[in-house]
């Protein structure tokens, strides 16, 4: 029987790149690669959830013939109908879950907090901003939206992204590097003048 290992975006990345975080996740960091140095040998496929997700596992040093692409499901797999309101609602998510690898500094890099700090302060109250953590219905919160903002910094193929494509909801998605608040500024005023052309 062939043994599988499944990677999402931050297990890739975290192979081969150190973002900030906490004196002691460094360290676990460490140990984390050296741990999967030893492993890797062992498991006959390697899924990921994208293709773009490849380069990391290939500089880790996983043989391209052992990877797979395997794509999470969405967990909102239906059109959801708009429901009309006031103004134009702009949505950001960021995981509030505790126990995330490297603590809050990590995560909010990870997500672009920052980035999304200077956006809001920017367009609020001229935009609206509907933040959730993952904990949310949004069966009632994307009827609403009329856009959706990732501006991370190491991204897989995140379900959020789908899901908005299902139901027809326009994004901006910046999946690494570093993501420019005055480039999603632009962007989302050209979606909000559009809205109310």
């Known amino acids: 029987m062939r043994k599988i290992v499944w990677w ?8 081969v790149n150190t973002p900030p975080g906490d004196k002691l996740w460094q360290i676990k960091l460490i140990f984390y690669r050296l741990k999967w ?3 890797i040998k062992f498991f006959d496929i390697h899924w990921v959830v994208d ?3 490849t380069q990391y596992l290939l500089k880790f040093g996983v043989k391209k013939e052992k990877i797979q692409i395997k794509e999470d499901k969405v967990l909102y797999d239906k059109p959801l109908k708009k429901i009309k309101h006031i ?3 702009v949505l950001y998510y960021m995981p ?3 126990g995330f690898p490297g603590g809050r500094k990590r995560i909010e890099w990870t997500y672009g907090y920052d980035i999304y700090k200077k956006i809001k302060k920017k367009l609020w109250p001229k935009i609206d901003f509907i933040e959730v953590y993952g904990e949310e219905d949004m069966n009632r919160i994307y009827p609403i939206v009329d856009l959706y903002i990732r501006p991370t910094r190491s991204d897989g193929r995140p379900r959020m992204i789908d899901e908005c494509k299902i139901s027809k ?9 570093n993501p420019d608040s005055e480039e999603f500024i632009n962007e989302i005023n050209a979606y ?3 809205r109310f052309r």
């Open 8 to 15: 999402l975006g931050s297990d890739c990345y975290l192979l």
């Open 37 to 39: 140095k030893f492993l």
């Open 51 to 53: 293709e773009y997700l």
């Open 87 to 89: 103004g134009f609602n």
């Open 96 to 98: 509030r879950k505790k």
């Open 169 to 177: 909801i326009p994004y901006i998605f910046s999946r690494d590097g």
């Open 192 to 194: 909000y003048e559009s």
